[in-house]
């Protein structure tokens, strides 16, 4: 008799239970919409990120409009440092143009494993470190901070030097970027339409007056084909930052906007170093000379909690030091449009832990002075990134 109670009392309890109810659709799509949020956010930490091409510093090899798709894993994805952000925002909430992380919490950051290291000579998208010279640049998370995309020149340990442009690492000639551009000055004794300039692949053209022009960025390749023009005059120039002037930079000319400081070292874009790229575990010399070049990035990047420099001396929570070892590897970027590239040339080294991936292809490009028919450049679609 009990078991039979039992048996009763089983099946009443289970027929009595009422079917849960259903999800409303809205229900639904709020779900699937955090799913999609929370899948999309993991991606894009540690395996893809979107990026599109804001400037023409590596005009050429990458245009303006390029939309690319960044690999996190091939130099290990970064823990992020601040967790209080809005899903899927960088620095600022779209439309709403309003901040879009507190920095109330701050976390260590640390890389994963990735598949190898920054390699010389690829295109490499990275946090913008800041720049000395301009109060505030370097305020943001180190994982909020402006994205750039930059070809690495050179890498933890190389010495750099540029002669009249040509890029040189530990004494040795650097292999120049298929598509490399640098500016120049045209003159002519007749008016060059800007059709001729268009049909010969070079579209940056600004006319200084009377058969003159200024080409902000062009492939060696390009002006080999405009110089068949008879009676054309073709020089390497750049603009001068302060008079706006077209000039040639002389060994031993100082730029005033040069890294580490124009003031006391005569370098400029087209003719710089030698400098060697901080590796970690390479130990300076402390002296007037090295705190130049790398004083700002130990102040600033090193962790140290108490580094100052006073004069000529580093000090270290309050003890001065002779030698220095450092932290961290650092990387050497340039743009492959190197006249309209502001790039380590102008702010210094990248920290590895400002680097975040490789640009892997592009999967659109638009080109916003085209018409809503030509704007898509077909042609770049799903183009590997070089």
Known sequence: MKKLAFKKSFWNSNKDKKDP??????????????????????????????FTIPTPSMEGSLLVGDYLFV?????????????????????????????????????PSFRLPG??????????????????????????PVDLKTYYVKRCVAIPGDVL?????QLYINGEVSPN????QISYKVTSKLSINKRVFMRNGIWDVNNLGVNTYYIKG??????????????????????HPLTGALTTWAPGERQVSIYPDATNLSWNEDNYGPLMIPAKGSTIEINPENILKYGFFIQNYEG???????????????????????????????????????????????????????????????????????????????????
């Open 21 to 50: 109810k259903p999800r409303s659709k809205t229900r639904e799509w709020i779900d699937a919409l955090k799913f999609a949020v929370i899948v999309a956010t993991i991606l894009k930490w540690g395996l893809l990120s979107a």
């Open 71 to 107: 690999s996190k894993i091939h130099y290990g994805p970064r823990t992020p440092v601040t967790p209080l952000q809005v899903p899927l925002t960088h620095q600022k909430i779209p439309i709403l143009n309003i901040t879009s992380y507190l920095d109330w919490i701050q976390l």
């Open 115 to 140: 598949f190898r290291d920054v390699k010389r000579n690829e295109p490499v998208v990275f946090n913008y470190p800041g720049n000395p010279s301009i109060p505030g640049e370097e305020d943001h």
């Open 161 to 165: 030097e540029i002669k009249d442009m």
């Open 177 to 180: 970027p298929t598509f490399m």
């Open 218 to 239: 062009a492939m060696a390749q390009d002006i080999e084909k405009l110089s068949s023009i008879p009676d054309i005059v073709i020089e390497k120039m750049s603009i």
């Open 304 to 386: 140290l909690e108490n580094a100052t420099i006073d004069g000529q001396t580093l000090s270290i929570d309050g003890q001065a030091v002779s030698q220095y070892t450092f932290n961290q590897d650092y990387y050497f970027m340039m743009g492959d449009n190197r006249h309209n590239s502001i790039d380590s040339r102008f702010w210094g080294f990248v920290p590895e832990d400002h680097i975040m991936g490789k640009p892997m292809f592009v999967w659109m490009s638009i080109d916003k002075n085209e018409s809503w028919i030509k704007r898509i450049r077909w042609s770049r679609l799903f183009k590997i990134i070089e």
